[in-house]
Each structure stands twice: as structure tokens, then as C-alpha cells.
């Protein structure tokens, strides 16, 4: 016998697996101290700035620009909202509470709209304020937040397609069994 389909069961694990992975990576592009922004004589975080060589880097702190607290306060909302629907994904998948997954699909689109308009605002203003001259890269923890992001937009897609298959879900559905 041969079974077709996905093992929907599973997205029970799935789901709340890859919102762990997004909160690890929000939280490495949050703490990260390096890794926004990489050039020869400069690099920057979401917090700071260091411009000058080895040995002595001379710090500078974003947070006085406007822009930069307001990407920092989006990116830490978008996470606060990613968290709360890692939690929920518990109650709505393990303990079969199927009403919460619209709920969380849309939650976690809000949080991308927050994400997305930080990833925007940070490239935009650091290049038209900090950028005196050289080559700069957006480096590493900056792709972590975009990585987080993507992460976020694929279980929000999930999350809102879930309840059309509740059955299948919590494994109340017949299987369906093709002869050949």
C-alpha cells in the first residue's frame, strides 16, 4: 500500500521548530556587536559604530539618531510578537486548540511588517548618514535578521493555511490509499 500526502501530524513539531530558529536568529542580529555593517576601517551593529584600525577603534553609539532607535524599538517589537507566537503555536498545535492558528499567522505578518520596515530603515539611513566614503557590506547579523524574517513569512503562510486541514492536523482523518 502506498500512502499519499503530507504527514500533517508532523507540522505539529515543524511550525514551532521554525519559530525557535527565527527567535535565535532575531536574537542574534539584536545582540550581535558586530556584523550590520563591515568595511576595512569601519563596522557597525544595530547599536554602534566603530570607525579607525587595530588596536583602537573609536566607539560611537547609533542610539542618537532617531532612525537607529526606531529600527532597534521595530525589530525588538517584531521579536516580542515572534515569542508570543512561538507560545501560542504550543497551545494551538500541541493542545489542539485550532481557533489560534489564524490568530498567529496574523500576528506573525504584523511582526514581518515590523522586521521589514527595521531591515529597510537601517541599509537607508546608515548609508545616507554614517557612509563618508569606501566600500560597505551588510554583513552577517544583518542577514541573520533578514533570515528571521523569511522564517517568519513562510510559517505566517502555514499558520493562515493550517485550519483548512484540522483533521488531517490532529490526525482525526481517514488515510487515503492508492492501489496500483
Do not use: H
Amino acid at each position: 500500500m502506498f500512502k499519499c500526502g503530507l504527514a500533517f501530524p508532523r507540522c505539529r513539531w515543524i511550525l514551532p521548530l521554525l519559530l525557535l530558529i527565527a527567535i535565535i536568529f532575531d536574537i542574534i542580529a539584536l545582540a550581535a556587536s558586530s556584523g550590520w555593517v563591515d568595511s576595512k576601517y569601519n563596522y557597525a551593529s544595530l547599536w554602534d559604530q566603530y570607525r579607525g584600525r587595530e588596536p583602537k577603534w573609536d566607539q560611537t553609539s547609533l542610539m542618537e539618531f532617531g532612525w537607529a532607535k526606531a529600527t532597534a524599538a521595530m525589530l525588538i517589537i517584531g521579536c516580542i510578537l515572534l515569542i508570543i507566537c512561538f507560545i501560542l503555536s504550543f497551545l494551538a498545535l500541541c493542545k489542539g486548540q485550532a481557533s489560534l492558528l489564524k490568530v498567529i499567522g496574523l500576528i506573525l505578518f504584523v511582526a514581518v511588517l515590523f522586521q521589514v520596515i527595521a531591515l529597510i530603515i537601517y541599509p537607508v539611513k546608515f548609508t545616507e548618514t554614517q557612509i563618508k566614503n569606501g566600500d560597505y557590506e551588510y554583513s552577517w547579523s544583518y542577514g541573520f535578521g533578514w533570515g528571521a524574517t523569511i522564517l517568519m513569512i513562510g510559517c505566517g503562510v502555514f499558520f493562515c493555511c493550517l485550519p483548512k486541514y484540522e483533521e488531517e492536523l490532529y490526525g482525526q482523518a481517514k488515510p487515503i490509499y492508492f492501489y496500483g
